[in-house]
């Protein structure tokens, strides 16, 4: 379906899920950043590189650069590796329009 004949329930739902996503990042890091401390990697690349936007061609392509960015940390981490699963699984769901895949609050879960 073309972007002008979209509902505007789907218009919204690129933005929305690309806020969740970054939230969901942002909460993982300021859960686990303690522990692992490579997560800071990721909290400086939200900081900086992941300027507000307002169309959904920039958010996809923002998070496409977040999930690539992961995935060259991913290499010397397991932690990374598996929130660069997740997110991606995540993205995809995006690009596709459909619902998140992680429901959790956060990208990484560590049962106590």
Do not use: W
Request: glycine share 4%; net charge negative; aromatic share 8%.
């Amino acid at each position: 379906m073309p972007p002008e004949e979209m509902p505007a329930s789907d218009k919204n739902g690129i933005k929305e899920n690309y806020g969740a996503i970054l939230s969901k990042l942002q909460a993982t890091v300021a859960r686990h950043g303690a522990a692992f401390p490579q997560l800071s990697a990721i909290e400086e690349f939200l900081g900086t590189s992941l300027p507000e936007t307002d169309r959904d061609e920039d958010c996809l392509q923002r998070l496409q650069e977040l999930c690539a960015y992961l995935y060259e940390l991913s290499v010397g981490s397991y932690v990374i590796r598996h929130l660069h699963h997740y997110l991606a699984l995540d993205v995809e769901a995006v690009k596709h329009r459909n619902a998140l895949i992680s429901q959790e609050e956060y990208y990484l879960i560590i049962p106590r």
